[in-house]
């Protein structure tokens, strides 16, 4: 169900069960979890997910679980949330191709990926109203962060989807783009990301990591890039952007 190839630095994940949408049990989490740890282990310096089939990922497989004795906090306490944890701490830039339904558990796939581009036909938002469930892997808090409380709770209440461009419009995701044109639009930008200054890229994302989840100060966020500035003075991608500065030639990274 999870397919990994990995190509000039950049690893390809791919969601492949488009008969279900691309829905989660519990095995496929730990294949999905293995990929990451297989990308990481092959020192990739970009990494793209997406989904095959005509959704990214509808969230969790429920077609054999029964309410009456889910083991609801295994999966998700257990299982979800460690993996995107892996997800969110991937050592590369990551990038996702949202199209079709993201929802529940693939919701939250996207949450903790570095860029999404979102395909117009993308549908955003709690399908759970329907369930007697609730919003998870996620959803809440960036919902609250992007949309605010009132916009937040109308989706949940009445189950309204939003469409790829209102969640690029609403702040959730980076760019909008044609269905036909989405996977190679993510695909151009994490080979770009894969050609360059790996140690900087990584340091931008610690601290916004940091900044979101400390909730930092300007002037304490300031301090941190100080530090995180000074850091990369070592590494040979930051005495290589000087030079080609300097002489006026294009940059060769390798992620050192």
């Known amino acids: 169900m999870i397919d990994l190839t990995v190509t000039d630095d950049v690893a390809t994940i791919v969601l492949n069960a488009p008969a279900k ?22 020192g990739v310096r970009a990494l793209v997910l997406r989904g095959e089939g005509r959704a990214f990922c509808a969230g969790r497989d429920i077609s054999a679980v029964d309410p009456r004795d889910d083991d609801v906090l295994g999966y998700l306490g257990g299982l979800v949330t ?23 558990v693939g919701l939250g796939l996207l949450i903790a990926t570095d860029v999404v581009y979102v395909a117009e036909s993308a549908k955003v ?5 329907a369930l007697g469930a609730t919003l998870d892997s996620g ?3 960036l919902f609250l962060d992007r949309l605010g409380a009132h916009k ?16 690029v419009t609403s702040g959730l995701f980076s760019r909008v783009f044609p269905d036909d044109e989405v996977v190679q639009a993510t695909t151009d930008a ?26 930092l100060a300007l002037w304490d966020a300031v301090g941190i890039e100080n530090a995180a500035q000074a ?16 002489e006026k030639r294009k940059p060769e990274f390798h992620g050192r």
Request: proline content about 4%; hydrophobic content about 45%.
């Open 125 to 129: 938002g709690s399908p759970f109203a």
């Open 82 to 104: 460690p993996l995107l944890q892996r997800m969110a701490r991937f050592p590369a830039p990551t990038f996702a191709v949202a199209h079709g339904a993201c929802l529940g």
């Open 190 to 215: 994490a080979a770009t990301a894969a050609r360059g200054a790996t140690a900087a890229f990584l340091a931008s994302k610690e601290l916004i990591a940091r900044v979101r989840d400390e909730r």
């Open 231 to 246: 850091a990369l003075c070592d590494t040979d991608d930051y005495r290589e952007g000087f030079a080609a500065f300097q």
């Open 139 to 141: 959803g809440h808090a």
């Open 152 to 167: 937040t709770l109308d989706l949940i209440y009445t189950g309204r989807l939003m469409s790829g461009a209102e969640a």
């Open 21 to 42: 949408r691309n829905a989660l049990d519990e095995h496929a989490l730990g294949e999905l979890d293995a990929a990451y740890e297989a990308a990481e282990t092959a």
